[in-house]
């Protein structure tokens, strides 16, 4: 069955430090998004990414964060300079025309 | 008044049981509602699509929608131990393609053997 697959699975950067979350989406899948979980608290949305560029994104994701889909199956999160409140579950999502969104298992991001 | 409202929980049942989860929403633009499962430290992973109100049926899940009370509901029947999860509510005022989902705070469901 096809999935979301996310690398790492975990990453630890001291603050300050840029780090850059990869995801591979669903092979066919055309809409690409990020979602973040800080321990405890609900899933939120990040950004939404379709033809190569954002269609919609939140409050959270301000000008330290940036997403890319360098070579038509990567997609990537970088986050320039990492805070402390940074730290959380990253969550990579797809979906295809008209389907529902897939997530990937997540990259547990801890900055200290 | 949040979007999306959901008990945290923890809910605990007995082996067998049938559970009922809830989420109330306050945005009547959301058209599209979905239940995922997350197990702990893992992705969400989807159990019940559904557009508008009505019900849904899948194996020992059903899902509910009412519109007109901003109310959706998840059932399982015949609750097992592997069911035990954070059970997650999320809607979309569009379809899943293009519109963000706003997601409730998530249920903790326990099943006992």
């Known amino acids: 069955e096809p999935e979301v697959t996310q690398t790492p699975s975990h990453q630890v950067t001291q603050m300050g430090q840029e780090v850059i979350l990869r995801c591979v989406p669903i092979?066919?899948?055309?809409?690409f998004y990020w979602y973040r979980q800080i321990l405890g608290q609900k899933v939120e949305f990040l950004v939404s990414f379709y033809n190569n560029e954002i269609s919609e994104k939140s409050e959270i994701f301000d000008d330290q964060f940036s997403v890319e889909r360098p070579d038509g199956s990567n997609f990537t999160l970088k986050i320039r300079s990492t805070k402390l409140e940074d730290s959380a579950m990253y969550f990579c999502a797809s979906s295809g025309a008209n389907t529902e969104a897939f997530f990937g298992q997540g990259t547990r991001l801890t900055v200290v | 008044q949040k979007e999306v409202e959901q008990d945290p929980g923890p809910l605990s049942v007995p082996e067998g049981a049938i559970v009922s989860l809830n989420c109330t929403y306050s945005?009547?633009?959301?058209?599209?509602f979905m239940w995922y499962r997350q197990y702990s430290r893992k992705g969400p992973e989807l159990l019940m699509y559904?557009?508008?109100?009505g019900n849904k049926e899948d194996g020992r899940f059903t899902a509910q929608v009412d519109k007109s009370s901003k109310y959706i509901s998840l059932f399982i029947r015949d609750s097992q131990p592997s069911d035990s999860a954070t059970y997650l509510c999320a809607m979309s005022k569009t379809s899943g393609n293009t519109g963000k989902l706003i997601f409730g705070q998530g249920t903790t469901l326990q099943v006992k053997p």
């Open positions: 559904t557009y508008s109100s």
């Open positions: 945005n009547s633009a959301f058209q599209y």
């Open positions: 092979s066919n899948h055309l809409y």
